[in-house]
């Protein structure tokens, strides 16, 4: 007994070592998006909305590149707990060359179309012309964050994890900063509205990845990653990189692509709609900081166990990973309901936009518990323990036949209440909680992902 109390002692610490840095980097993310949005939701629906719809292809690119950067996350995680630190720099290689491959793509697509883009999200003629000013400036800044976000993927996986904590607060400072100066024109510049929150970004993801890459190259101590090393090729590594990484990529973005629907089926309800929900989902994301971190801590430390061989430590730590996240789910809905008031409240919104907010905040402080316990076990046991394509079907089936149909169906076909709609489109967590569970009772989803094709891959 004093053994396993020991044991869960030192679980819990190791846990909270990773997570809070974590949780402290996203809640300074967070903090930064709801200053873009406290910001412009000052100059009313139209700039709010029109930056809430335009980053949606964001939300396609942060989504997807984290992705690519989990699916290396699960191998590097294996390998580190292998101690195999030459294998983790070719991981590295391929995942610099294929998520940078991808954004740019996206960021001359948003750069040569931004009108054409808005369209997708929104009738409103003057929400388009604003936003597609907005997309055209903010697309390179995916660069940079594609950059930022894969390296401290890696390092996140070998449990370095503060740095991008500091990297987040620089980002936080001069994003806040400029924002304040550019779009209210303080400081001898005239105002610029969105055009201004979009330079401010930029301006921020440069500083913020330029801070990640100097420490990469010349401060970091486990894995001594020199630039040279991210142009060689490792044919060992490609088969299981792709194996691992596909589903994972697969399941981000098609889930970018299913929320940007939905956020189209929004933007079909009115501008109100898109205001509230905007509200909503930052609120959420600030509530929800430390299960993010705690998620991405079960991730990395499930990894590293299977890696280094200690299956049986397993069953314990998915048990105190689900207590502790439903837990933590509670607190966050209990938050989002005492500060519902105090939050809306910081918008310049309309009455009918408070109120849709209202709503939705409501929902989403009920469906925490759920919404924390799903994601853990999916994003942090599941992918861990390298079971990535049953997380994949399991996200995208509920995804795109449950959650978009509903929400299209009842938004825009039936013109169903707006907080219904609303509801239709979280049902998918309490089904995702109970399927997810059932997988990890099969004891199917343990393997090893650092295998090639002339290897016998394990799966216990």
């Not at 980097?25 to 335009?54: E, K, R």
């Not at 994003?175 to 509205?193: A, D, E, Q, R, T």
């Not at 049902?427 to 099969?442: D, M, N, P, V």
Request: charged content about 10%; aromatic content about 10%.
């Amino acid at each position: 007994m004093l053994r396993n109390k020991t044991r869960t002692a030192s679980l819990f610490s190791t846990t909270l070592t990773i997570a809070i840095p974590l949780a402290l980097q996203n809640l300074i993310a967070f903090s930064v998006n709801m200053a873009d949005t406290v910001m412009l939701g000052q100059l009313g629906d139209i700039p709010l909305s029109a930056s809430a719809q335009a980053n949606q292809v964001f939300f396609i690119v942060s989504l997807a590149v984290a992705g690519i950067a989990d699916g290396a996350n699960v191998m590097v995680s294996q390998a580190w707990g292998a101690k195999d630190t030459a294998r983790i720099q070719h991981i590295l290689a391929y995942t610099y060359r294929l998520a940078l491959g991808f954004v740019l793509l996206i960021t001359l697509a948003a750069v040569l179309f931004p009108e054409r883009i808005m369209r997708i999200y929104t009738p409103d003629p003057d929400v388009i012309a604003a936003g597609a000013d907005y997309l055209r400036i903010v697309a390179f800044s995916y660069f940079f964050y594609t950059v930022t976000t894969v390296s401290t993927g890696v390092l996140r996986a070998v449990r370095t994890v503060k740095i991008a904590m500091y990297g987040s607060l620089i980002s936080m400072g001069i994003n806040v900063l400029l924002n304040w100066i550019l779009i209210f024109g303080k400081c001898g510049f005239s105002p610029m509205g969105v055009k201004g929150a979009a330079i401010a970004t930029v301006i921020a993801r440069i500083a913020e990845s330029i801070v990640i890459v100097v420490y990469l190259y010349t401060k970091e101590n486990n894995l001594h990653i020199q630039f040279h090393t991210l142009l060689q090729s490792d044919k060992n590594v490609l088969g299981p990189f792709f194996k691992t990484s596909a589903p994972i990529i697969i399941n981000e973005l098609f889930w970018a692509v299913g929320e940007s629907v939905i956020a189209a089926t929004m933007g079909q309800m009115g501008t109100e709609v898109v205001s509230a929900n905007s509200i909503c989902s930052v609120m959420n994301q600030m509530a929800t900081v430390f299960v993010q971190g705690a998620t991405a801590a079960t991730c990395v430390i499930v990894g590293n166990t299977i890696g280094a061989g200690k299956l049986d430590e397993l069953p314990r730590q998915k048990r105190f990973f689900q207590t502790f996240v439903l837990i933590m789910g509670t607190v966050a809905g209990i938050l989002i309901f005492l500060t519902c008031n105090f939050v809306i409240g910081l918008y310049d919104v309309s009455a009918l936009a408070q109120e849709y907010a209202t709503q939705m905040i409501w929902i989403t402080a009920a469906i925490q518990p759920f919404s924390a316990f799903q994601i853990t076990n999916m994003m942090g046991i599941l992918r861990g323990g390298g079971d990535v394509r049953f997380a994949m079907f399991n996200d995208l089936i509920f995804l795109w036949c449950v959650t978009i149909p509903l929400g299209f169906l009842g938004g825009v076909v039936w013109k169903l209440p707006v907080w219904l709609v609303f509801c239709l489109m979280r049902f998918e967590k309490i089904g995702k909680s109970i399927t997810s569970e059932i997988r990890l009772h099969s004891k199917k989803w343990i393997h090893y992902v650092n295998v090639n094709k002339k290897q016998k891959e394990g799966t216990i």
